[in-house]
């Protein structure tokens, strides 16, 4: 008998430790793990079969969409209202709420997710990934979703995490206890815990940034990159950019470092690229829950309360002392 644990039985055992868990959950997840097998099959086709290149549609976010992001977010959008556990979901290419229809039975979980995050890797075969979120809707709210109702503070998520389609297929996820992670086995279509409570090393001298975009910042962003390009604690640092931030997360994660995407000129003083509540917040639930940090510079990730459905924030994200060396920079301690 092999002794290797399977992605449900691990939730099982952590369910268990939970006297009032109903299964919702578990099977929220087994439908989720069921979406990123779908996704994870197209994605490794790419370039077999017409799946490359954009769909000649701009998104929500004004960027144009990938035929994968629009199937991943389709496989992602039609199994989860099916999965009898949600209320409701909000996805990245979606300028609105989904409400899971009255023909289905609704729970009181929500989720919310990039379908497929660093898209325009697709056509060059470079690691992609999905990122997920789950909420719990208030104790007492009933009737349909109002937007407002997904609108928490990273702080309240219930679990969050990310597949990642890279040279394999890895599911890293959290619940707030510990942080694990499990590869597939396509062998027999399993994920297989390989990585069991993920502790992100405390400092590191890999920096993760678009430094093209040196221009469009200000002096504290320049600062920041300067301080870790300068080595942190190293000789000299170590410059590591794939374009994915679920990939550059995933190695920042397991080597430490950190992954920076300031605010720049271009997107406006004091926001940032990437999507609070499908990117910035889950990461830094999970970073969080590693040991590590992830603040905007001056204010943790987890405690700010996103405003709209798609904020953008600035995220620095990765190794604790990393994360604390840019808090000093932007509160001016550090000139
Ligand atoms: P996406 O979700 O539309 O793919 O955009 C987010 C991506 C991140 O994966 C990545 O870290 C970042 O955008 C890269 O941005 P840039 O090309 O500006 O460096
Ligand atoms: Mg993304």
Same mark, same amino acid.
């Given at each position: 008998?092999?002794?290797?644990?399977?992605?449900?039985?691990h939730l099982l055992l952590q369910q268990k430790r939970a006297p009032q868990a109903t299964g919702h959950f578990t099977a929220l997840f087994h439908d989720l793990i069921l979406c990123a097998k779908l996704i994870h099959r197209s994605v490794s086709k790419a370039g077999l079969v017409d799946i490359l290149g954009g769909t000649g549609e701009i998104n929500v976010q004004g960027e144009y969409v990938q035929k994968l992001d629009e199937l991943s977010n389709r496989i992602l959008l039609y199994?989860?209202?099916?999965?009898?556990v949600l209320c409701a979901m909000?996805? $990245?290419? /979606?300028?609105?709420?989904?409400?899971?229809? *009255?023909?289905?039975?609704r729970g009181d979980y929500m989720l919310i997710f990039d379908p497929l995050d660093g898209s325009s890797n697709i056509d060059v075969n470079i690691d992609v990934g999905t990122i997920f979120s789950i909420l719990r809707r208030k104790p007492g709210k009933t009737g349909e979703v109002e937007t407002e109702e997904l609108l928490q503070p990273g702080c309240e998520q219930v679990a969050a995490g990310y597949f990642l389609y890279g040279t394999s297929t890895m599911l890293v996820y959290t619940t707030g206890q510990g942080v694990h992670g499990f590869t597939l086995d396509p062998s027999i279509g399993e994920f297989l815990?390989?990585?069991?409570?993920?502790?992100?090393?405390?400092?590191?001298?890999?920096?993760?940034?678009? $430094?093209? /975009?040196?221009?469009?910042?200000?002096?504290? *962003?320049?600062?920041?990159?300067?301080?870790?390009?300068?080595?942190?604690?190293?000789?000299q640092g170590c410059s590591?950019?794939?374009?994915?931030?679920?990939?550059?997360?995933?190695?920042?994660?397991l080597n430490g470092g950190i992954y920076m995407y300031p605010p720049d000129s271009r997107i406006g003083k004091s926001r940032g690229k990437l999507r609070y509540l499908c990117e910035a917040s889950p990461l830094a639930f999970i970073a969080e829950n590693a040991g590590g940090a992830a603040t905007d510079g001056t204010q943790r990730i987890l405690d700010i309360k996103p405003t709209s459905l798609h904020a953008r924030v600035p995220l620095f994200i990765g190794s604790r002392k990393n994360v604390e060396a840019v808090q000093r920079i932007y509160s001016g301690e550090t000139k």
């Open positions: 008998m092999s002794s290797e644990v399977t992605v449900t039985e199994r989860m209202e099916r999965s009898g909000a996805s $990245e290419e /979606n300028p609105d709420v989904v409400r899971v229809s *009255a023909a289905f039975p815990l390989s990585h069991p409570d993920i502790r992100i090393p405390e400092q590191g001298n890999i920096y993760s940034v678009n $430094e093209g /975009n040196w221009p469009l910042w200000d002096a504290r *962003a320049r600062q920041c990159v300067e301080t870790f390009r300068n080595g942190f604690g190293k000789p590591r950019y794939v374009g994915a931030l679920v990939a550059d997360f995933h190695r920042t994660l």
